[in-house]
């Protein structure tokens, strides 16, 4: 199908509007400010005080606020999870997997570890360190026995409607 010739010039405006706010939102990042908004839109959180040494962070999945943090360097995971809001419900803190670029010599290396953050008292400050540009990734609880009664509750519900119909349709 063809586009019209006057669809084009708004659809083309409405992607420069919104680039436009794209690089807005960014600029007030990069500048300091705070930019937040819904779940589905990246956000920029800066949270540090006048002087203090910062490094950038992600924050992933299963948190109230994801997004890129700046915060400072002494920061551990626990305060990131809680600078972003907390864990939601569904969040599954079993496996929490961090994301880490490490330079080795000439060439980057990635390496990926899980943390079980529902023990921290089994965990030492160590594990809990954060490095600049670190990628945190909460995902959410797998399937369980709770999914698994709301599945069979709503087959049994479709069932019962479908003998219902078919009761009735069969005695007209």
């Given at each position: 199908m063809k586009p019209s010739c006057g669809l084009f010039p708004i659809l083309l405006g409405a992607m420069i509007f919104c680039s436009a706010g794209n690089v807005a939102a960014q600029l007030e990042g990069n500048l300091g400010g705070q930019s937040s908004g819904s779940t589905a839109a990246a956000a920029y959180y800066y949270i540090s005080k006048t002087g203090?040494?910062?490094?950038?962070?992600?924050?992933w999945g299963?948190?109230?606020?994801?997004?890129?943090?700046?915060?400072?360097?002494?920061?551990?995971?626990?305060?990131?999870?809680?600078?972003?809001?907390?864990?939601?419900?569904e969040a599954d803190l079993s496996s929490v997997k961090i994301t880490?670029?490490?330079?080795?010599?000439?060439?980057f290396k990635k390496v990926?570890?899980?943390?079980?953050?529902?023990?921290?008292?089994?965990?030492?400050?160590?594990?809990?360190?954060?490095?600049p540009g670190d990628t945190i990734y909460i995902q959410p609880k797998g399937f369980g026995a709770a999914d698994l009664l709301t599945y069979l509750t709503t087959v049994?519900?479709?069932?019962?409607?479908?003998?219902?119909?078919?009761?009735?349709?069969?005695?007209?």
């Open positions: 203090e040494i910062t490094m950038p962070l992600n924050l299963m948190v109230k606020n994801p997004g890129r943090y700046e915060v400072p360097i002494s920061t551990d995971l626990i305060q990131l999870v809680s600078f972003a809001g907390g864990p939601l419900g880490r670029i490490e330079r080795r010599d000439d060439s990926e570890f899980t943390l079980d953050l529902r023990y921290l008292d089994k965990l030492d400050s160590q594990a809990l360190s954060l490095r049994a519900v479709l069932l019962s409607a479908l003998a219902n119909v078919y009761w009735v349709a069969r005695t007209l």
